[in-house]
């Protein structure tokens, strides 16, 4: 089954504390990207890859690192979370190197206290 | 379920009526617009899409209209169903095609 997988599905952490959350998709898309959505702000994109080793930022990169060392797993990395940064994160994945048409994960819940 | 949007704009139809949805963008240089419907406590999922050379393109019950003058996008969806009450987003991308902007959303509820 095509799928985008996020791991873990619900996190609570303590400020400073890193974190992990893992996004792996099994259709070969060259362009993966991650989300955070918040009430009223709708999704809003913290960084894209292109492709394996190319990485840039969207629009709310502060506080979050990404890898893209294989085709299939894009991670999203909280060197030193804080509470800001309490929100539904979504993984998507799209075939061309062009954000169109993503499939997006199940999200993960982080709450940071 | 993951509530996506406590003060999102509500549009309320009946069953078997016809709903439109409509969104606003931002960037007159973007050449790619999306659709996409979220379920409560899921992911966003692709319904239709439409580039900027066209002004119309149509899906299975669904439609999308472009109207580049106002930055104007919308979305009819036919004899609307209980199964298409979510949130509606609309999302743009830029001509380089790699930074993707997402409109707040619309929440569509379909009375029985």
């Known amino acids: ?113 | 379920g993951e509530s996506v949007g406590l003060h999102l704009p509500t549009l309320s139809v009946q069953e078997g009526d016809n709903s439109i949805i409509n969104c606003a963008y931002s960037n007159s240089a973007s050449d790619y617009f999306i659709w996409y419907k979220q379920e409560s406590g899921k992911g966003p999922q692709f319904i239709i899409d439409i580039r900027s050379n066209m002004d119309k393109r149509q899906g299975q019950r669904v439609t999308v209209l472009l109207n580049k003058t106002v930055k104007h996008l919308s979305l009819q969806i036919a004899a609307t169903q209980p199964g298409d009450s979510a949130v509606y987003f609309c999302a743009e991308i830029d001509t380089g095609g790699f930074k993707t902007i997402f409109g707040a959303g619309t929440r569509l509820f379909v009375k029985a």
């Open chain 1, 1 to 113: 089954e095509a799928q985008v997988t996020q791991n873990p599905r619900y996190l609570i952490t303590v400020t400073g504390k890193k974190l992990t959350v893992t996004c792996s998709q099994n259709m070969n898309h060259e362009y993966m990207s991650w989300y955070r959505q918040d009430p009223g702000l709708g999704l809003r994109q913290i960084y894209y890859s292109m492709n394996v080793e190319v990485t840039d930022k969207g629009d709310v990169p502060e506080g979050y690192k990404v890898s893209r060392k294989e085709k299939r797993n894009f991670p999203l990395i909280l060197e030193s979370p804080s509470p800001n940064q309490t929100s539904l994160y979504f993984c998507a994945s799209s075939l061309g190197q062009r954000n169109t048409e993503a499939f997006f994960g199940q999200g993960t819940r982080l709450t940071v206290v």
